[in-house]
């Protein structure tokens, strides 16, 4: 096993940064049309497990859902268009994911997402603590 090295601790600071600017391109399911979806911060990831966590037993699964639209709503900058809440006449920003998309889609591309951003790992490390 080697030491770390100042080195080795700036190189992995800057993959780190250069992270931020990660995408990921989602095939929407049924469709040929595709979705860019951002990496959002480690403070909104750690939120987003807190909404699943934090989900009353009795309606775990709706909190789910609920932590996974906001999840899909800051991840994706075409979704936050406040033209496109406007026209389909939208409460909250973040409902546009259930507006747009069914609950499969949903839930599709949410597990995709969680994937890609660690929140799975996180959440169950979270449940077994």
Excluded at 35 to 42: G, T
Excluded at 104 to 124: H, P, Q, S, T, Y
Aim: net charge negative; aromatic share 4%.
């Amino acid at each position: 096993m080697a030491n770390m090295t100042l080195d080795s601790l700036l190189n992995r600071a800057a993959a780190k940064e250069q992270a931020k600017n990660d995408t990921l391109e989602i095939k929407l399911p049924g469709s040929e049309d595709t979705l860019v979806f951002k990496r959002i911060s480690d403070e909104k990831v750690l939120e987003i497990v807190d909404q699943i966590t934090a989900s009353d037993k009795s309606a775990m699964l709706t909190g789910a859902m609920h932590a996974t639209d906001h999840m899909i709503y800051l991840s994706c900058e075409m979704l936050q268009n406040p033209e496109l809440h406007k026209q389909l006449g939208l409460a909250e920003p973040w409902d546009v994911a259930a507006k747009v998309f069914t609950l499969a889609e949903r839930n599709e591309i949410g597990g995709k997402l969680f994937d890609w951003l660690g929140v799975n790992d996180i959440a169950d490390e979270t449940k077994n603590a």
